[in-house]
């Protein structure tokens, strides 16, 4: 089933470091040479009880842990019933997923949403980089650009499929649904802020979905606290590099501007 162009559709999307973003706009950019109209919205700005079940729904999230992080799991299970409205789903990820498009397929399908297409899509290393690998990285990009786009244009025209692997997909995905998950990273390879460095710009504050920055007024300094995800925004655009986590030999990703995930 194609998408309707009488009707809008309201992309949300999350994005770490900046794969995602980057492909859910070069898919705005394709449904809007279609005649759609497309409005991006900040899942972790979002509450899914508002969502338009009048419009269609578009989903751009990245891999984690096989399957994504907590919030955006609230964010899925937390949507309206919305009996008929179309709902498209694209993921990005390093190599392989396996726990995200059935089990996301299955919630969206209970809650009434026709399931039109899905695709995931292969972007740069973002996580324990070692070195630029430009060139590299530069191809792989551009690949993750064309499948976005082609994605896009077969939802206009109608031809996308939603895959399941059931049980193997259900079982993936508990990983990322655990929170002994997110407390075994929390605990072996924290983020760490380098205090001579840090110039308290609180930018890392204003990037984190989950709030898990803050000042420290008593000592001037910025505090990292208990609900990290380890999405990685705050490490990757820190202006000094003020932050690590695991070796300091890990080297931010930055594809783009910090700006871009503040407007």
């Known amino acids: ?3 309707d ?4 559709i309201d992309y949300y999307w999350f994005s770490g470091t900046g794969n995602t973003l980057t492909v859910v706009r070069r898919m705005k950019d394709e449904f809007e040479k279609n005649g759609f109209t497309v409005n991006l919205k900040p899942i972790e700005k979002s509450d899914p009880a508002d969502i338009d079940c009048g419009k269609t729904i578009g989903f751009g999230i990245p ?7 907590p919030f955006i799991w609230d964010f899925i299970k937390g949507l309206p019933e919305c009996s008929g409205t179309r709902a498209f789903f694209v993921d990005t990820m390093m190599a392989y997923s396996g726990g995200i498009i059935g089990p996301v397929g299955k919630i969206l399908k209970r809650k009434g949403y026709i399931l039109t297409g899905a695709r995931e899509i292969k972007m740069p290393h973002n996580f324990f980089v070692r070195s630029s690998g430009s060139g590299k ?13 082609k994605f896009a244009a077969e939802l206009v025209k109608g031809n996308p499929v939603w895959r399941d692997l059931p049980v193997y997909s259900d079982i993936m995905s508990s990983f ?3 929170e002994f998950t997110w407390k075994f990273f929390r605990r072996f390879i924290p983020l760490k802020v380098d205090h001579d460095i840090c110039t308290r710009c609180r ?3 204003k ?7 803050t000042l420290n007024t008593e000592k001037n300094r910025m505090e990292w606290r208990s609900e990290c995800v380890f999405c990685m925004r705050c490490f990757s655009y820190c202006p000094v590099n003020a932050i690590h986590y695991g070796s300091k030999k890990n080297l931010q990703y930055n594809p783009l501007k910090a700006s871009d995930f503040l407007s």
């Open 1 to 3: 089933m194609n998408l």
């Open 5 to 8: 162009p009488s009707k809008e």
């Open 63 to 69: 891999v984690a842990e096989q399957g994504t992080y």
């Open 137 to 149: 990285n530069s191809e792989k990009l551009n690949k993750g650009l064309a499948a976005a786009e």
């Open 176 to 178: 990322s649904r655990a």
């Open 203 to 205: 930018l890392c504050e």
């Open 207 to 213: 990037l984190c979905p989950v709030d898990n920055w």
